[in-house]
């Protein structure tokens, strides 16, 4: 064989024909990498739905990459042989290819980094890390935004992001006059419900995703999720097919109600693209000009294509940054001192909470549960709860078809389990059962009663909220934006406070919420 002058490292959330890695490829020259290893389903207990994701992408990539003349190094998760690590199995193939270099997109993840760092430099081989142009903002632009901010809030991110990209902008100012339409975003469904949703852009599973959900069951029979319903895009086709039908069906109503729940009905208005977006298979460019393109034709309203891009030129760049500025060491905070385990249910569904039983039962079926169910019913409870942020990390990272680190990780210990201290958000979001009694109709199908703060229908979120106050009393009294909650704390009587940390008592031991 001629020799191997650069092995372009792939990793599963880099299934980007035109990525960095591959600029100056030669065929005659260079080849691809992929390599699927248990190491990436066990390291968290990866569910079903997401490692079927990942591993039946990755494999009509390398189709991809073969049918466009480039050769590829695969290695599949049952081949003989296979050395179970990423860099343990990146070792093996560069003792029998021998390649001059190694060329890589900068991988989104820490860990890997590290791994992939060490092995070419066991070997003393040399390794081009490429910027990831699939984002909007480089790292070093988000570190030189961060610096001397003792806060990073999200808003003036996105506004400078708003303006150096010309998104939504008219003449210098923002499009409609007003950088932010969150005020008119926030409607629940009426009794009625939410009528007829356009049904969820799914693909039936060709051959090869059908070899990969027969893989997936019977290598990782005991990890939580199922497949029966798999439908997710794992091509590049079948990406801009699911974008174009969110752009004309979904995204009209999207801003109205993406704080919405409703029992049964996991997609709604949302636009399911986080996992083609975090795989690559989408670039956040052609999403965001997709959603101003419809806003320009009139075909959708502004707050829903602000609400939209704002999500993705916003968040999703924004919590990449904090991310890469922070870790190692982000991973490890825990501000609230927080020390519980996880209920075991979380794996399961099995809990008598009405709201939380149908969103863990349609992560567990999907691998997919829209932002309001992670933030304000999975994470809230956690967060009341008080379990330890890595052990919340852990399962965030585990179950979601999207969940790749360098956006669940932010999102988890900052946004929603506050174990940053405010750097993401300047207060923790808790509440009572009564924020889900007004976005959902779960509270009615419920055997607890949101209003009830003790007592044997009390519900736990509204009990485990009272707590969570009382606990952290002193430290959010600090915190001008909760003084109004804390405030109610202190009119609370000895008595009163007792019964509180009984109930919560008892909800931490199990005996309350298991279903
Ligand atoms: C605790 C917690 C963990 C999360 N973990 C992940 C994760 O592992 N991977 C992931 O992609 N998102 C994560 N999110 C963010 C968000 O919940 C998901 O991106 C969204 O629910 C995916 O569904 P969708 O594609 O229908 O999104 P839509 O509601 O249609 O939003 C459009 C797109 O915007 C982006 N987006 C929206 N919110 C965020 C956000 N807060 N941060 C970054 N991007 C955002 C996503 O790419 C999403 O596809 C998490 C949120 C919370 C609170
Ligand atoms: S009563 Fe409480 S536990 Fe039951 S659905 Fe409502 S918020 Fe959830």
Redesign the pocket.
């Known amino acids: 064989m001629a020799e191997l002058r650069t092995l372009v490292i792939v990793l599963g959330d880099q299934l980007d024909l035109e990525a960095s890695g591959f600029d100056g490829f030669d065929p005659a020259t260079d080849a691809a990498w992929m390599a699927e290893v248990a190491e990436e389903s066990t390291h968290v207990w990866s569910s079903k739905p997401r490692t079927a994701v990942f591993l039946a992408a990755m494999r009509h990539f390398a189709l991809a990459l073969q049918s466009g003349g480039r050769s590829v190094h695969y290695t599949q998760l049952d081949d003989p042989g296979n050395a179970g690590t990423l860099a343990a199995q990146l070792q093996a193939d560069i003792r029998r290819l021998r390649p001059a270099g190694l060329v890589m997109t900068a991988p989104g993840d820490w860990r890997v980094l590290q791994a992939i760092k060490a092995v070419a430099e066991a070997n003393s081989l040399p390794l081009d890390i490429r910027e990831d142009r699939h984002f909007f903002v480089t790292v070093r632009e988000f570190a030189a935004h961060a610096k001397g901010r003792k806060s990073l809030r999200m808003e003036y991110f996105y506004r400078e992001q708003r303006q150096r990209h010309g998104v939504l902008m008219q003449d210098g100012q923002p499009e409609g006059g007003q950088w932010n339409f969150d005020a008119d975003n926030r409607e629940a469904f009426g009794a009625e419900g939410p009528g007829a949703v356009p049904p969820r852009a799914g693909f039936e599973p060709d051959a090869v995703t059908r070899d990969v959900i027969a893989l997936v069951d019977s290598r990782f029979a005991d990890h939580p999720g199922r497949l029966d319903s798999f439908a997710w895009p794992v091509t590049r086709a079948q990406a801009l097919q699911a974008l174009q039908a ?1 752009i004309e069906q979904r995204l009209p109503l ?1 801003g109205r109600y ?1 704080d919405a729940m409703w029992p049964g009905d996991p997609w709604l208005y ?6 083609a ?2 795989l690559k298979l989408l670039n ?1 460019r052609e ?1 965001v000009a997709a959603a101003e393109a419809a806003y320009r034709a009139g075909q959708a309203p502004l707050d829903s294509v602000d609400g ?1 891009i704002r ?2 030129l916003g ?2 760049e ?2 990449r940054g904090i991310y890469w500025t922070r870790m190692p060491a982000y991973a490890e905070l825990n501000a609230l001192d927080a020390q519980e385990d996880l209920p075991a249910w979380y794996w399961t569904g099995a809990t008598d909470m009405a709201c939380l039983h149908d969103a863990l039962e349609q992560t567990l079926e999907h691998g ?4 309001i169910q ?2 304000m019913v ?2 809230l409870f956690a967060l009341m709860l008080g379990v330890a942020p890595q052990q ?1 990390h852990a399962w ?2 585990a179950v ?1 078809v ?3 680190e360098w ?2 990780l ?3 210990l900052g ?3 506050y174990a940053d201290g405010g750097l993401m958000g300047s207060k923790p979001y808790v509440a009572t059962g009564k924020y889900i009694q007004r976005m959902s109709p779960h509270c009615k199908g419920c055997r607890y009663d949101p209003a009830q703060r003790t007592g044997d229908r009390a519900c736990p979120f509204t009990t485990l909220y009272w707590d969570f106050l009382m606990r952290h009393e002193t430290l959010l009294a600090r915190n001008p934006r909760m003084a109004l909650q804390v405030k109610n704390v202190t009119r609370l009587s000895p008595d009163q406070r007792q019964a509180v940390q009984e109930r919560a008592a008892a909800i931490r031991r199990g005996d309350v919420g298991h279903g």
């Open positions: 969110f999207f993406q949302h636009s399911h693209l986080s996992a977006l975090n956040p999403v939209f999500q993705i968040w999703r924004y919590v997919y549960a829209n932002h992670r933030l999975t994470g919340v965030y990272l979601y999207d969940a790749v956006v669940e932010p999102n988890t946004m929603s389990q």
